[in-house]
């Protein structure tokens, strides 16, 4: 096929020999099948930040960690040096996020290089060498639906363990080749910590998953994953080895709200105090 402009430079520069055809086109990038020597593999080439289109992309960019204060200012102001550094943030957390969750003994594509808004990496396959199939595009039976349901919800775990969240989890960003599931797509991934959002985007993550395999495993969808592994993260008790059962115990215990206002009230009180002995002085 007709080499594509943005995959052009990293041919002239010899590390793709050949592009062999597009694979998707996403919200986010376009993937190509490209061979590289003797292998095969994927390059993803990011879209500009005006070309994508990934709803309240703000949301997820929120807490991330920039490189020095130079670059955050600049990336405040909006000038054309702080929109390039704020596109490479974007697409070197997709990397970084790949290289700790495959230490984190979570599956995911291998990545190779980074380079100009492309990103080659592994291509996952099939037992037959081909592309491998979306789990959307799979069928399950019940017992295979919760085995690899308990599988992602542990790499949900690994994943939070390692302070992240994926952020945009559903059957569409996961692959099924001959070993199980293999997460993919990553460019949006959250810090657990840092971000205001972090837990309803764990929520929905896991509430995608679980709603997917519970149409193969109906006793699934009245699980509480979400809510129980947040709650564990939250106390401080989460660990990659953390026995799961999908139960959840909401808290009955309504809130003392006049103790709190109370408190609200003492504080002011003793600022203002503060205040007018300053005044005094």
Same mark, same amino acid.
């Given at each position: ?25 996403g919200k986010e990038a ?12 994927c390059a993803k080439v ?79 396959? +099939?037992?037959? /060498?081909? @592309?491998?199939?979306? #789990? ?6 019940? $017992?295979?639906?919760? *085995? ?28 099924? +080749?001959?070993? /199980?599931? @293999?997460?993919?797509? #990553? ?6 910590? $840092?971000?205001?959002? *972090? ?83």
């Amino acid at each position: 096929m007709k080499i594509p402009k943005r995959l052009q430079p990293l041919v002239d520069d010899g590390l793709i020999d050949d592009v062999i055809r597009r694979l998707k086109s996403g919200k986010e990038a376009d993937v190509f099948i490209v061979r590289c020597g003797n292998d095969i593999r994927c390059a993803k080439v990011y879209k500009e930040a005006d070309k994508r289109n990934f709803k309240q992309a703000v949301h997820y960019q929120e807490g991330r960690k920039v490189r020095n204060s130079r670059d955050a200012r600049a990336m405040s102001k909006g000038s054309r040096f702080g929109r390039q550094q704020q596109e490479e943030a974007w697409q070197n957390t997709e990397v970084d996020a790949l290289h700790l969750l495959a230490k984190a003994g979570v599956r995911v594509p291998q990545p190779d290089i980074c380079l100009d808004g492309v990103l080659l990496m592994e291509l996952i396959t +099939d037992e037959e /060498g081909l @592309v491998a199939p979306r #789990l959307s595009d799979i069928t399950l039976e019940p $017992a295979q639906a919760l *085995a690899d349901h308990a599988l992602m919800m542990n790499y949900a775990v690994r994943m939070l363990c390692a302070g992240l969240v994926h952020g945009d989890l559903s059957e569409f960003n996961v692959l099924m +080749d001959k070993n /199980g599931p @293999v997460i993919i797509d #990553l460019p949006q991934v959250v810090d657990a910590a $840092a971000n205001n959002h *972090a837990k309803s985007m764990f929520e929905r993550d896991i509430n995608n998953m679980t709603h997917y395999y519970g149409q193969f495993a109906p006793q699934l969808l009245g699980s509480k994953y979400a809510k129980e592994i947040w709650a564990l993260y939250q106390e401080g008790k989460l660990t990659p080895e953390s026995t799961l059962t999908g139960h959840y115990q909401e808290s009955s215990k309504s809130a003392d709200v006049g103790s709190v206002l109370d408190e609200i009230q003492a504080a002011s009180d003793a600022y203002q105090r503060q205040q007018m002995a300053r005044n005094e002085e």
